[in-house]
């Protein structure tokens, strides 16, 4: 299968790139810079110059491909508070790769988030919404929707710490504000639980949903249902050398800036029926092991 890969050059699209081109499809993957074409040419992969802001460019790429997984996502806004905004490009990209594969049967394999999501017990699961507030529940709709035009179309949701080598996301920034404050922060009583997956185990679950997934079904890309966020700042603060702290109200939001309501979340989360359907398995180390490999706190 030829497939066309938005967010190639990222951490998760990078796994995803290795994990199809081992399992013998091609890659045809989006790069915004040189540095990124180079990289991507490097691990074997065709190149399509664009960027996700110009949507109408992602048609012609995505109609030439036998499939589209789409990891693209405008995370720099995170930390600005424009999460409309980055919801808005997400929306846009959809649609555009949504109408050049519309009536072809070909599937197109998204990633979301479980961390935004209506919980109807006390676990998330596939069956649950998005929550309409949420800057990715447009996207996430879009994407579902597609299976009425036509479109294999599956979301796949992600949890707060996809985990491994090289991540720049949350569990670095959470290491960082420890390291310049002096202390390994919590919120309250530090019980409130995060849902992982470790990239490797994430990068499978794509491929098997790119290779075999329902028309319209929600994917839990969760390895573990809920790691209680003590257990993590603990570890991070015995790693640094750095007392672990309970902060509420104003110091929180000093000492986490955007990061607050991330940090937060309390959404753990399911895989049954994703396992059940995809018969995905994940094997790769939990979020404290790897935590405990010592990589993230390397200089």
Known sequence: ???????????????????????GHRVLALARSDRSAAALTAAGAEVHRGDLGDPDGLRAPAAASDGVVHLAYRHDLLGTGELGTAGEVDLRAVEAL??????????LVAASASGLLTASGPLLTEEDPAAPGSHRAPAENAVLALAGRGVRSSSVRLPPS????????????????????????????????????????????FRLALESAPA????????????????????VGRRLGLPARSLSGAEAA??????????????PASSALTRERLGWRPVRSGLLADLEEGHYFEA
Do not use: C, Q
């Not at 929600?218 to 570890?235: D, K, T, Y």
């Not at 000093?254 to 959404?267: A, I, M, R, S």
């Open 1 to 23: 299968m030829r497939v066309f890969v938005t967010g190639a050059s990222g951490f998760i699209g990078s796994a995803v790139v290795r994990e199809l081109l081992g399992a």
């Open 98 to 107: 949504g109408a050049a594969l519309e009536g072809s049967g070909k599937p």
């Open 162 to 205: 996809v985990h491994g080598r090289g991540d720049r996301a949350f569990l670095p920034e959470v290491i960082g504000r420890a390291r310049a404050r002096g202390v390994s922060a919590y919120m309250g009583d530090g019980a409130n639980r995060w849902p992982a997956v470790h990239l490797l185990d994430a990068a499978v679950l």
């Open 254 to 267: 000093t000492h986490f800036g955007w990061l607050t309501p991330f940090v937060g979340l309390d959404v």
């Open 216 to 235: 319209g079904g929600r994917l839990h890309g969760v390895a573990e249902e809920g790691v209680p966020f003590h257990g993590i700042a603990s570890l």
